[in-house]
């Protein structure tokens, strides 16, 4: 494993999860690249609350990020990874 920080991290989803996690890493000063959510107003009301951008499609979101975390259900977890 690399000893690479993480500082950006895009989220997938707009859920519980997605919630929690993007508000304990936000909290914890980690930037918040993107959120990627199919629910559009799920998705503009995280984004905002961590200091985000959202984006609708997967292919959309920033591609230099450190992390990327798959907050979606389990159903939809194979298609995206």
């Known amino acids: 494993?690399?000893?690479?920080?993480?500082?950006?991290?895009v989220i997938v989803g707009s859920g519980n999860l997605a919630f929690h996690l993007g508000e304990a890493f936000?909290?914890?000063?980690?930037?918040?690249a993107a959120?990627?959510?199919?629910?559009t107003d799920e998705g503009l009301r995280l984004a905002a609350l961590l200091d985000s951008?959202?984006?609708s499609s997967?292919?959309?979101?920033?591609?230099?990020?450190?992390?990327?975390?798959?907050?979606?259900?389990?159903?939809a977890v194979a298609s995206l990874a």
Do not use: E, F, T, Y
């Open 1 to 9: 494993m690399s000893g690479k920080s993480i500082h950006k991290i």
């Open 26 to 32: 936000h909290r914890c000063g980690k930037k918040i």
């Open 35 to 39: 959120v990627v959510a199919r629910n």
């Open 53 to 55: 951008q959202h984006v």
């Open 58 to 75: 997967i292919s959309h979101c920033p591609v230099d990020a450190d992390l990327i975390l798959l907050a979606v259900s389990d159903s």
